[in-house]
T-cell receptor, first 111, second 115 residues
């Protein structure tokens, strides 16, 4: 069955460092991969989308890579700030436009 | 634009009661979705709709029903509420068509407790 894995342990980093979050998947050939941010008590907010034929996408301090051979996406936040503390969800979609979400990884940025 | 709105924000139900969770979007999106999120878990798809009059089951549809009579509204009906339906419910919408996929916009959620 399709499986999406995100690190269940919280990632703790110091302010100013680069945070790297991982999303691995099995038994899946996604056409799209997305990253969302979710704050406590709120709905997820879209951050970045990358297509299967794209290797990397950037937006301001955010960077996403997509390796369909390794079946992995890496999500980077450079120059991290305490305000970046949140849970980050990855979501994969095939051609049906119906995404499947991972459990998310909590990021805590310490001042 | 208000985006995706959900009502109510909170609700406590007794076992066996029924209720409808409301969801409205004002972005003219064709796709709408209902998810539930349990503590420490990801979003699980309950039902989705690709347009008015068309709905389909997601991963966890049992105990729920939906309808989509207009582009804007996608209510979720809980019949005979059970404690296992205690969760946070999120509605989302997106516009995707003809090989163009766009991101989802989520509502603020409804926190439901069944006692």
């Amino acid at each position: 069955s399709q499986k999406i894995e995100q690190n269940s342990e919280a990632l703790n980093i110091q302010e100013g460092k680069t945070a790297t979050l991982t999303c691995n998947y099995t038994n899946y050939s996604p056409a799209y991969l997305q990253w969302y941010r979710q704050d406590p008590g709120r709905g997820p907010v879209f951050l970045l989308l990358i297509r299967e034929n794209e290797k990397e996408k950037r937006k301001e301090r955010l960077k996403v890579t997509f390796d369909t051979t390794l079946k992995q996406s890496l999500f980077h936040i450079t120059a991290s700030q305490p305000a970046d503390s949140a849970t980050y969800l990855c979501a994969l979609s095939g051609g049906s436009y119906i995404p499947t979400f991972g459990r998310g990884t909590s990021l805590i940025v310490h001042p | 634009n208000a985006g995706v709105t959900q009502t109510p924000k909170f609700r406590i139900l007794k076992i066996g009661q029924s209720m409808t969770l409301q969801c409205t979007q004002d972005m003219n999106h064709n796709y709408m979705y209902w998810y539930r999120q349990d503590p420490g878990m990801g979003l699980k798809l309950i039902y989705y709709s690709v347009g008015a009059g068309i709905t389909d089951k997601g991963e966890v549809p049992n105990g729920y029903n939906v309808s989509r009579s207009t582009t804007e509204d996608f209510p979720l009906r809980l019949e005979l509420a059970a404690p296992s339906q205690t969760s946070v419910y999120f509605c989302a919408s997106s516009y995707s068509t003809g090989g163009i996929y766009n991101e989802q916009f989520f509502g603020p959620g409804t926190r439901l407790t069944v006692l």
